[in-house]
């Protein structure tokens, strides 16, 4: 509900590892160059303003902005530091800001290890009075 638009799991996957949300190669969108890397506003889409800022060098998003004007609703993501792990780049922090008219809402993430691809396991027990079925 604060994006305004439906998440699956490769929009918040792309969020939380650094990546724009949307697909770039699926719309037109205008390049301005600036200091800071390269912004990409959606050329066609008035109901759903997107704004991404991909840094110059390793085009991942430093942020995004997704708004809907005509409700005064908007959501900023920026990434204000990335972190090495095992050769890649994953944001060590993101801040999510969105308004809803004169609500605000603010998430600070903070990431101070990361491990992937590691075995894990959900272990779990039948209850009692319950009979275990198998889905081929």
Partial sequence: DLLGTP????KVQNLLLGQTI???RDERYRLTESTRGYQLEAVNNEF???????DAGNFKALAQQLGQPRENRSVTVTYPQYQKVE???FPQQIQILAND???NTRIDMTFRGI???VPVSFPFSIPSGYEEITIE
Avoid: I, V
Avoid at 7 to 10: A, H, I, K, P, V
């Fill in 22 to 24: 949307y697909d770039l």
């Fill in 101 to 103: 008219g004169a609500e």
């Fill in 115 to 117: 491990e992937f691809n």
């Fill in 7 to 10: 998440l699956d799991f490769q």
């Fill in 87 to 89: 050769g890649q780049l």
């Fill in 48 to 54: 759903l303003k997107r704004m991404f800022l991909l």
